[in-house]
């Protein structure tokens, strides 16, 4: 469980640093651009909520509830999702749409199978 721990921080503090460079990235694609501000506060704002969840997580395997296994199998499931959808937005772009897709690929595989294993659910429903 320690290895899905600091995964979720691994990919919460990711997040939270992609979500403030893109954040400064949009607005001044906005200033030049004039660019709609609330796609970009949408897109910034999911960065950083899933930034921030993925941390909270992080913090909660101390206190080993089944919700927190559960929620951290959704997180992990919908991180993979939108990596490969992220994977197909790589036209010209390079490694910035990439390799980031790819390394949150492998951090949520890795999450979501150690996540399911029987260890996991008699660990997270062990005694506190």
Known sequence: ????????????GMQLTVGVLVAGLLAG??????????????????????GA?????G????????????TTIVYASLM??????????????GPIFTGGPVIGLACGGITLALMVTAQAGAWFNGPR
């Open 53 to 57: 969840l993925s941390i909270v997580l």
């Open 1 to 12: 469980m320690r290895v899905a721990r600091v995964l979720l921080f691994v990919m919460g």
């Open 29 to 50: 694609i906005i200033v030049n651009d004039g660019g709609s501000i609330a796609e970009a506060v949408a897109i910034v704002s999911v960065l950083l909520g899933l």
């Open 80 to 93: 993979i999702v939108a990596c490969l959808g992220s994977l197909g937005l790589a036209d010209g772009f």
């Open 59 to 70: 913090t909660k395997f101390a206190t080993r509830g089944g919700g927190v296994r559960v």
